[in-house]
């Protein structure tokens, strides 16, 4: 029976029991057969409950920012169903995630390439490919690759165009292939495209100890004496020497402006500003003539877990700006670098990860990565990067954090608590004991003023009655 022909049939049903109600028993089982639409769907149904069960028990993890906010608003949350492939798109399985600067703005708001949340960060990442899209011709499936995006990268698979994928080479592991990227292409890009770095000039590198101050650093040690001036940490300063940092400088006790001018006196070639703010000023006024100011970030506006709107305001309120006949007279250029806006450059961005990968296999180049972590500990991670402890790249890796570490984790919590505790008591203690000890010093000379003044009393009597 069709489905055309069981309405049909219901109409005659119908006014045959109104015509002879005694057939009753038997319109009423003509109308029982399933219609058609209904059989076609609980036969087809088999089929369809075989795929579903499928799409619907793949799943896998994924970091999403909730929010605005602090550490605690990226959160580790599971996805459900099978990633759908367009054409020249490439499913990866991810091992390993770069953690960047702008990662710690877009939790504050502060980066406009990141879409609102709840949205997954993350601008790159290593791993396999799984599955490949129609119209792909120069991937399959296995391939190890480093990947470039947007966002959406701090998850167990990933989906993204072909072309924003780059084969890993040989010896390279997932680390570091998810340390490269973003880091070595934001350097590259600024020394040679921007800069013209050429043999004998002088670069100053602001957060020498990170990821794009180590890579900046390499690239310079790429081109026959270069002198590299390179803000850090006094901790940190051994390291960076090491790495190829000519002057290491502690910008939390000398000024840098100052540090620079007493070894180079006419001031820089090249300049790498990712601060933003008061900094700028000062980093044009360190140019020499001919000299490159490059500013590619606002590292000033962040200050604490949460947006400081005192940081921004401060930062906006300072902001660098200058009249065209200002540069001309000063024979300097002032040059603004942002990687998140070349994401549809995709072949000027290939081109410069060839120069930079050929760099790795020769040996010139090398990711240093600082430490890895779990998915599960990002907001550890973050606090790392943001409180400036790391020296290199801080990495997230997929690998399900073992049970025995997430039972550690609690425990190393508690005792941080219970030391904060003990500290916060033996704090209150010297308090209390200072305060104890000001109370009793306080009370000695009154004790001893009645005293001082009862003897003159005494004495006084004594001279009236000679």
Known sequence: MSGEDAPAQQQDAVEQKQEKPSEEPKTESKTEPTPAPAAAAAEASPAATEKAPEEE????????????????????????????????????????CGLNFADLLGRQGLYDRLPSPPVTPGMECSGVIEAVGEE????????????????????????VPAVHTFPIPEGMSFEEAAALPINYVTAYMMLFDFGNLRPNQSVLVHSAAGGVGIAATQLCQTVKDVTVFGTASASKHETISQGGVTHPIDYRTKDYVEEVRKISPKGLDIILDPLGGSDTHKAYNLLKPMGKLIAYGAANMLAGQKKNLLAVAKNWYHQFSIHT??????????????????????????????????????????????????????????????????????????????EEEKKEEPKKEDKKEEKKKDDKKKDDK???????????????PKKEEPKKEEEPKKEEPKKEEK
């Open 57 to 96: 028990a793949f799943t896998y993890r994924a970091l999403v920012l909730t929010g605005y906010g602090g550490y605690d608003k990226v959160k580790l949350q599971v996805k459900k169903g099978k990633p759908v492939l367009k054409a020249g798109e490439v499913q990866v399985q991810v091992k390993a």
């Open 430 to 444: 010297k308090k209390d004991d200072k305060k104890k000890d000001e109370a009793k010093k306080e009370e000695e």
């Open 136 to 159: 792909v011709t120069d991937r399959k499936v296995g391939d190890k690759v480093m990947v470039m995006s947007r966002s959406g990268l701090w998850q167990e698979v990933a989906v």
């Open 325 to 402: 006949l200002s540069l001309i007279q000063g024979n300097k250029s002032v040059c603004g670098f942002h990687l998140g806006y070349l994401d549809g450059e995709t072949e000027l961005i290939s081109q410069v990860m060839d120069i930079v990968l050929e760099l790795y296999k020769q040996g010139k180049i090398k990711p240093r990565i600082d430490s890895t972590w779990h998915l599960e500990q990002v907001g550890d991670a973050m606090r790392k990067m943001q409180e400036r402890n790391n020296i290199g790249k801080v990495i997230l890796i997929t690998e399900p954090m073992p």
